[in-house]
Each structure stands twice: as structure tokens, then as C-alpha cells.
């Protein structure tokens, strides 16, 4: 891939305008730009000693490796933008989607109205008189009272003039004439987006979906319902993007639905896109930048995954925000103290190659530090020693600020990963649990305005006619046949005993003894509904689900009192189970849903995972007082694994569990996602050291040099006079038969060295041991005796610093460690210990014959004891 210079760094070109507005990028280019001045200046200043070589290769390494954590940094923030775009495209046609298959089925039961047909058929003698349509008009208000997505009911004869309509704008005789051509075309519902009025000069374009008016299969009519698109919009908007506030922060988003061919219908903001302009993406991009009038957007657009076998209008979702303002999320419950598995899981496998190539570098530095201060020892240069080794301490720590800024980027970016995961999650509850309010808001719906059917009315009202009971069930059937969300749909008397199901399959007079039944019967008006609580019932299998039921009056518009009731058992298993995996989308992350109550008592779960009796054990936070719609992200580590969760609550749709609505059942949805395991805690961090407390002019005490190194969870030190030099070593040839802290032996400059794992002497009795062969790090120590060479296995090489011999301290406490330990240093900030070399030698090489006394060690609690004195 081609690449450009941009701030100094080479990026790929692909990444150029993204770069351009990272912070995050910004940021760092101008740290490095800091460090590339001082690597600079100690790269002229390293040619006056023996690294010169190791700084200018040390540069180079590190240079290479900034442009390619830069375009790594580029190519994670966009596609973090795009991941939350892409979500936010998907759902905000999804969810309309959904919305409007319910309209296919509303238009398909208006359709067999017995009102409506009745006025049809009167339409047919000569126009309606004013009672009449007076009479339709209100029955039309009732519907959109229950069912508020439409702004208007227009009823037509068999030529589609125009016989009524519910807001009285159309004149008597209007011809739509299109709604006939369009209805023959369709096999259960017509659904257009066109102006109502073919020949009105100022028309707009309408959501309509409308059907033919038949008895005994001859059309007596048609009805039409227009969908008020504008008002479900800002319903969905609040879902989609978030409710917006006089308080809150400028929101640049703007999502919205599209025609096929990209012209925007509406949208989240049309102050930054309105309806009428157009979208265009190059052919099958997941996203792209787009050009909107003078502003660059960063963009996606998504075609719905459909419903049921319903896919709309054929339109599209999208999401936008300017390219200026694409990656300014920030970080929402940052993870603190977490140290991942970067080789499972979900994290991106290349940090860890990140990660390695900086630690590499650094340790290939320090180890050409570590041998420089040796070197130095025996230079005649005309610096001084004092220079050199202030020289090459500058270097190192050079070094490793410029591996901490590496360490420092490569963290943020996991941190922006697990935050997306938590956003991702956030997101897929509040999709889910806005499915659910929508499609129980229509369960509410439904049996309020079934209860208004006359021939279910009829029926209650003959309770022996066997003709009436059978057209009541026929009604409940078709019905049944349209609303496929339902188990079965009964029609109950005021005793609470069966007339007739649309299943079949409960026997007529069969009494269904249940508190919703008598809460039903009590209702007053025709405008009130009740729900079960979620519990197991016989009319669903004894498997727990909600039940709907709304009471039937003898008389409707004055009732006095109920008459029977309509019961509509929702087929809960597999609708709750389809909103659950339909929010999850498709994304390449596959997550765990549940639906709980206030106290966590599952309604419904993708999983089996986490449940106890019936209940949601994981960790989530609680709260004293339920808050609607309250939206919350996070993350918990359980059985050793990092899960990025987010939760939603259930809130009102329109007057549906409103403050003002008798009914209230408060739910939460949980989304889970397993980001990866935890990384084993083998050894307790040691922690940094630093001897600038030492670094004092004008000394005039004695003064050591102490090869710093760590093992494990400790620092130690030996005199620098005892090492040789210190030397990569990537393979060891263990030996049989030898004791645990005697590795093997390696090939050093052609040299046989006896390989030691220092650990195992220090400390053999610590728990959580890292693994020996990990460590590659060696120091060659100085054999007086010209016997065995023998080198130490270490974790890391620390400083060469000069320190008073006022600053070694005896330890009564590790006296006893059979002479290896010669005292303590403390520093402001940890503990060295310096190990006495002649006395490890002579036990070393006494043991390469005979295992050495290690029956005590030097332990780990010892050295805590010493670092709070």
C-alpha cells in the first residue's frame, strides 16, 4: 500500500484523512516528534563513547515502529467509528422495519371491519348521511386512539373515490384511483410511498398502505391508512442516536432512513441533512467518506436484515457524522488494573506483536547499556567515567520513555476496544428492550380495539348461538392468521369460561381460573387493558408468559358494565428469543442476551450460562429506585474472564406503561460479551527502581558501582567489578540428573557457560513461579578462579548507578542466607537487595558437583518485612 509523509510519519495513504483528525495520533506524533530531538542529541552525544552504534540502530527500530503503531492507531479509531456507525445505520432501519410489518397486518384486519364493510355496502344505495358519517369517522379516532402511528383512515368505494375519511380533509368522491391499480398487484397488502392525490399540485409523499373491503370475495371497498412517518422518525431517533437535551453536548450524528438510490426521506438532524438530499457510498462499501454539501462525513448505510420474511419499502438506514468531530467518543468506565490474554480473545492479536518489538527493542538497548557501563570501566577516555555513565543513563532512559509512550498508545487502544465492546453492548440492550416496549405497546393495542369487534360482541351477547359463536371464532382465526405473535386468542365470558380460541385447542365452557380474568371482567372502560404477571400457564403449555386481555361492553361508547373478555396469549418463547438474537445484528461478535425483571428473574436468555434458579447471577450493579430507559456500560471479570456488559431498562412507548398507565412492569435487558481471559498473575509486579536520590554532586565517600537486575517480584544488585558482561541467550541444553536451579549449559563466544536460574536459590519456596525458560536475559559473572563460567538467568537488566558505600545496609533478617547476601539499598521507591558473588560462586560451583544449600532461601516475606521497616 502506498504511503505519505504526514507530521514527519510514513501513513499509508488510505489513512491520510483520518489522521488528520485523530487527537489521538496528533498526540502521540508529537511526543515522538519530542523524543526524535532528544534521540538526536544523544545519538551525536553517543559517538564520544562505544554505543553509537546500538543508539542510531535503537532509533531506527523505534522510528519504523512509530509509523507502524501510527497507521495501527489510524486503522483501530476508524474502524471503532465505523463498527458504531454501522450499529447505528442497522438499527435505525431495522426498528422501522419492524414497526411497519405490524402495519401489514393492521391494514389486512381493517380491512374485514365489520363497520367499515357495513359502510361500504351502504356507499353502494347513494352517499352516507351525516350520522353515518359522523359514526365512521369516530370509529376511525378510536382505532388511531389505539393505535397512534397513523394520521389518517380514508374508506373508498369500489371505484376508489373517496367515501370518508377520519380528518375530513378529502371531499366526497375524491378519486385514488391509483389505490385500486396498486391493490390488485398485491396479494395481502399494498404499501406505497406517493403523494395520496395523484392530481394535487402541492402533494407529498406518503407511507400508505391500503387493501380491498370483500364479502363473499366481491370487493365492496377499499381502506387506506397513512402512516405518520415524520412523528415515528423522532421515536425512533431518540432510540437510535439519544434523546437530546438543552443541557447536552452538540450531538453530530445523524442518522436517518434513505431511498434506495440514497435520497434522504428523514432525518435525525436535518439542519446538517435534510430530506431531498442524496447519499451515495461506492458500490458494495461497508463505508466511505461522503460529501455533503461543504462537509466531509465519515458514513455507512445499511439495508434492513428484514422481519418475518418482510423487508420494507425497500428503503435504507444510515449514519453519518463530520470526518471533524468522527472519533471524539471518549472512555466510559475505563478498566483499571487488568492485564489481558492477548493471545486468545477478542482483543486485536497484533498488539501483542506491538508489545514484544517495543519490550525487544529495549531490552537490546539496555543490554548495550549494561555492557557500555562494563566497557567503561576500563576506557581511558578523557570524558571521565562520571560523563559516560550519566551519558548512557540518559540513553536508557530515553529508551524506555520512548517504550512507555508506545506502552502508553498500545494501552489506550485496548482501552478503546473494551470500550466499544461496552458500547456494542449498551447499544444491543437498548435496541432489544426498545423492540420489546414497541411490540408489547401493539399487544396493548390489540386486544383493546379486538374488544371493540362486533362480532365478538355479538357473540357474548347470543351466548347460545351456536351460528354467533362459530363466526367469533372464525373472526379470532383470522385474526390469529394476520398477528402471528400470538399462542392462541380467546374469547372469554363474564364467568371466565371459554366461547371459542383461534387455536382450537381449548374446549368451549372450559372456566380459565386466573387473577387477570376477574381484573378483566372489572375494567370500566373500553380504553383500559390488563396484563398477567409473566408466570406459567395451562393456555400456554404451563410455560411462563404475559397474557393481554381487555374486557367487552355491552354497550361501547356508554358501558355499563363488561360482558366477556378477549385474551391474547403471547407466544413469548420465540419472540423474545428473536428480539434477543435479532439485536445482536451481525456482528462479528457474538454475544449473551437476557430479558430480567426488577430482581433479576429471567424472562428470557440466549444462553444458560449465569442463571441460578431462575435467576441472573452476574455481577451487575443495583440501584434503589428504577429508572426508565436508564441506559448503563461496563465490564466484571468472573471465572478468570473479562465481559464487556451493557444493560437498558424498560421504559414508556407513547402512553404504554406511561406514569399514567395502570400497568407498569419495569424489565431489564442484559447484553454480555467475553472480551478474553485474564492474563495469569504469576509473580507480583517488583515495581520500577530509580537511584536519582543518589545522584548528588560533590560526594566525597566511597562509592560502588551495582549491576542492577530483576528476578521475579525482587530487585538485586551485585558489584559491577563481578560481572563480565551480560549476553541474549535463546537456547539452553538442560543436563539430567541436575537440581531445579541449574538450567543447562548454553554456547557463549564459543565458550562453554553453566546456566543458573538465580531464582531457585533466592527464593525456592515461592508460589507462582514464572516459568525458567522464559527468562533469555544473562549475566556473565567473572570466574576468579578460572574454573566453570557462569551466567545468571534474569528478567531484566537494570541501571549501572554509582552509589555511596554509606548506602548498603546490613540486614539482621538475611544474615542467615548462607553469605550470599551482603546488605540492602533503599531507595524512595523499592528495595535492592546486593548479593555477595564470592560466596555465590563458591556454593554455584560446589553445586555444579553437589546440589548447593538452599533448604531457606532468601523469601519473599523476608524482603517485605525489610521494605516497612
Not at 741 to 755: D, I, Q
Not at 770 to 778: C, F, G, K, N, T
Request: net charge negative; glycine share 6%.
Amino acid at each position: 500500500m502506498a504511503s505519505r509523509k504526514y507530521r514527519g510519519i510514513e501513513i499509508d495513504s488510505a489513512h491520510i484523512d483520518m489522521a488528520k483528525n485523530l487527537d489521538s495520533v496528533h498526540e502521540l506524533i508529537d511526543e515522538l516528534r519530542d523524543l526524535q530531538s532528544t534521540w538526536n542529541n544523544l545519538s551525536l552525544l553517543g559517538e564520544l563513547t562505544n554505543v553509537g552504534a546500538e543508539i542510531s540502530d535503537t532509533r531506527q527500530h523505534f522510528q519504523k515502529l512509530a509509523g507502524d503503531l501510527t497507521n495501527f492507531l489510524v486503522e483501530q479509531s476508524t474502524h471503532q467509528a465505523v463498527e458504531m456507525l454501522s450499529t447505528r445505520a442497522q438499527n435505525a432501519i431495522d426498528i422501522l422495519v419492524r414497526n411497519l410489518y405490524e402495519r401489514t397486518a393492521d391494514i389486512g384486519f381493517l380491512a374485514t371491519d365489520p363497520v367499515f364493510t357495513q359502510r361500504c355496502m351502504d356507499a353502494q344505495t347513494g352517499p352516507l348521511n351525516d350520522a353515518a358519517l359522523a359514526s365512521t369517522r369516530q370509529r376511525m379516532k378510536d382505532y388511531v386512539e389505539k393505535y397512534s402511528v397513523y394520521k389518517n383512515i380514508v374508506m373508498m368505494d369500489t371505484q376508489a373515490r373517496v367515501i370518508v375519511d377520519m380528518k375530513g380533509e378529502l371531499g366526497s368522491g375524491t378519486s385514488l384511483e391509483w389505490v385500486r391499480e396498486w391493490v390488485a398487484k398485491g396479494s395481502q397488502y399494498a404499501e406505497a410511498f406517493r403523494p395520496l392525490q395523484t392530481d394535487h399540485n402541492e402533494a407529498r409523499n406518503e407511507l400508505i398502505y391500503a387493501w380491498k373491503i370483500t364479502v363473499d370475495g366481491q370487493i365492496k371497498g377499499y381502506i387506506a391508512l397513512l402512516f405518520n412517518l415524520e412523528q415515528e422518525s423522532e421515536a425512533l431517533f431518540s432510540k437510535v442516536v439519544g434523546q437530546r437535551t438543552a443541557q447536552a453536548l452538540p450531538e453530530w450524528k445523524v442518522c436517518g432512513v434513505s431511498k434506495s438510490t440514497g435520497e434522504v426521506l428523514v432525518s435525525s438532524n436535518p439542519e446538517y441533512i435534510g430530506p431531498g438530499q442524496t447519499i451515495r457510498l461506492p458500490e458494495g462499501a461497508r463505508w466511505s467518506l461522503v460529501q455533503v454539501g461543504p462537509v466531509a462525513y465519515l458514513g455507512c448505510m445499511r439495508t434492513t436484515r428484514g422481519y418475518q420474511g418482510y423487508s420494507g419499502p425497500g428503503w435504507k438506514g444510515f449514519c453519518l457524522v463530520p470526518l471533524t468531530h468522527a472519533f471524539n467518543a471518549g472512555f466510559s468506565d475505563p478498566v483499571q488494573n487488568i492485564e489481558l490474554d492477548y493471545t486468545t480473545g477478542l482483543i486485536d492479536k497484533r498488539i501483542l506483536g506491538f508489545q514484544a518489538q517495543a519490550s525487544q527493542i529495549q531490552k537490546q538497548l539496555n543490554r548495550s547499556i549494561w555492557n557500555g557501563n562494563m566497557t567503561q570501566r576500563q576506557s581511558t577516555s578523557t570524558l571521565g567515567n562520571s560523563f559516560s555513565k550519566t551519558l548512557l543513563w540518559e540513553i536508557s532512559r530515553a529508551g524506555e520513555n520512548t517504550k512507555t509512550l508506545f506502552t502508553n498508545s498500545l494501552n489506550n487502544l485496548v482501552q478503546a476496544e473494551i470500550n466499544g465492546f461496552q458500547t456494542e453492548q449498551q447499544t444491543r440492550a437498548m435496541l432489544a428492550m426498545d423492540l420489546m416496549d414497541r411490540n408489547l405497546y401493539e399487544r396493548a393495542n390489540d386486544c383493546r380495539w379486538w374488544a371493540q369487534n362486533p362480532t365478538l360482541n355479538h357473540a357474548l351477547l347470543n351466548r347460545g348461538d351456536e351460528n354467533a359463536s362459530e363466526k367469533a371464532m372464525q373472526c379470532l382465526q383470522h385474526i390469529h392468521g394476520l398477528y402471528t405473535v400470538y399462542a392462541n386468542i380467546l374469547l372469554l365470558d363474564r364467568s371466565g369460561r371459554v366461547v371459542c380460541d383461534s387455536a382450537s385447542i381449548v374446549e368451549s365452557g372450559t372456566l380459565v381460573e386466573a387473577s387477570w380474568v376477574s381484573e378483566a371482567i372489572q375494567l370500566k372502560r373500553p380504553a383500559h387493558y390488563c396484563v398477567s404477571p409473566f408466570e406459567k400457564t395451562t393456555l400456554y403449555q404451563d410455560r411462563p408468559t404475559y397474557i393481554y386481555a381487555a374486557a367487552l361492553f355491552d354497550n361501547g361508547h356508554k358501558p355499563a358494565h363488561a360482558i366477556g373478555a378477549i385474551a391474547l396469549v403471547f407466544d413469548s418463547e420465540p419472540q423474545f428469543e428473536a428480539i434477543l438474537n435479532e439485536s445482536m445484528g451481525d456482528s462479528k461478535h457474538q454475544a449473551f442476551g437476557f430479558i430480567v425483571d426488577e430482581n433479576h428473574r429471567v424472562i428470557s436468555s440466549t444462553t444458560n450460562l449465569h442463571i441460578e434458579q431462575g435467576k441472573l447471577t452476574l455481577p451487575l450493579k443495583r440501584y434503589n429506585k428504577f429508572e426508565k430507559q436508564k441506559a448503563q456500560q461496563g465490564y466484571f471479570h468472573i471465572n478468570g474472564r473479562l465481559v464487556a456488559y451493557g444493560t437498558c431498562n424498560s421504559g414508556a412507548y407513547r402512553e404504554y406503561k406511561s406514569d399514567s398507565d395502570a400497568y407498569q412492569n419495569n424489565l431489564i435487558c442484559v447484553y454480555g460479551l467475553d472480551v478474553g481471559a485474564l492474563a495469569d498473575d504469576l509473580e507480583a509486579s517488583a515495581g520500577d527502581i530509580s537511584f536519582d536520590e543518589f545522584r548528588q554532586g560533590g560526594q566525597k565517600e566511597q562509592v560502588v558501582d551495582i549491576a542492577s537486575f530483576r528476578v521475579a517480584q525482587h530487585w538485586y544488585g551485585i558489584d559491577s567489578e563481578d560481572a563480565v558482561e551480560a549476553f541474549l541467550c535463546n537456547q539452553v541444553v538442560s543436563l539430567p540428573n541436575s537440581p531445579s536451579w541449574l538450567l543447562g549449559t548454553t554456547l557463549y563466544k564459543n565458550e562453554a557457560v553453566t546456566v543458573v536460574d538465580i531464582a531457585e536459590i533466592l527464593d525456592p519456596r515461592r508460589i507462582n513461579k514464572v516459568a525458567a525458560p522464559a527468562r533469555q536475559q544473562m549475566i556473565l559473572l567473572k570466574n576468579r578462579y578460572d574454573s566453570v563460567k557462569i551466567a545468571l538467568a534474569v528478567d531484566e537488566l537494570g541501571e549501572i548507578p554509582s552509589l555511596p558505600m554509606s548506602a548498603i545496609h546490613e540486614s539482621e533478617s538475611l544474615n542467615g542466607q548462607s553469605g550470599i547476601v551482603q546488605g540492602l539499598i533503599k531507595t524512595v521507591d523499592n528495595l535492592l537487595v546486593v548479593l555477595n558473588i564470592e560466596q555465590l560462586l563458591k556454593q554455584l560451583e560446589t553445586g555444579i558437583k553437589k546440589t548447593p544449600c538452599v533448604n531457606k532461601g532468601l523469601s519473599s516475606a523476608a524482603l517485605n518485612r525489610e521494605r516497612v521497616q
